[in-house]
């Protein structure tokens, strides 16, 4: 079982920068892949961004294309935490944010993830 916890949502206005941090447990955080997804009220759950393991210090980032060059994911293994770096934010970024852990390698990055935090809120004014 791995437990995920989100933190640092909160409201920001529209061209300001928020950054999220995520937090995971158990040994293994280095090989894990993990993943950031959004629900914006009244819309399905999308995916944001992903960094997959790849064996040894390899990492692989994917990006939705609504959010490419403004927002960056990384991580601590160290602290075992998973960030996302939003800038340039708009009222569309206006979401929950969620972060997902895999252990098993995902077939589509965006896909499969088994473990979930509960999402912090992000609210972004015109």
């Known amino acids: 079982q791995v437990h995920v916890v989100e933190s640092g949502g909160g409201l920001v206005q529209a061209g300001g920068s928020l950054r999220l941090s995520c937090a995971a447990s158990g040994r293994a955080f280095s090989s894990y892949h993990m993943a950031w997804f959004r629900q914006a009220p009244g819309k399905e759950r999308d995916f944001v961004a992903a960094?997959?393991?790849?064996?040894?210090?390899?990492?692989?980032?994917y990006y939705a294309d609504s959010v490419k060059g403004r927002f960056t994911i990384s991580r601590d293994n160290a602290e075992n935490t998973v960030s996302l770096q939003m800038n340039s934010l708009t009222p569309e970024d206006t979401a929950v944010y969620y972060c997902?852990?895999?252990?098993?390698?995902?077939?589509?990055?965006?896909?499969?993830?088994?473990?979930w935090g509960q999402g912090t809120q992000v609210t972004v004014s015109s």
């Open positions: 960094m997959t393991w790849s064996g040894g210090r390899t990492y692989y980032n």
């Open positions: 997902a852990a895999a252990i098993e390698r995902p077939s589509d990055p965006a896909l499969g993830y088994k473990y």
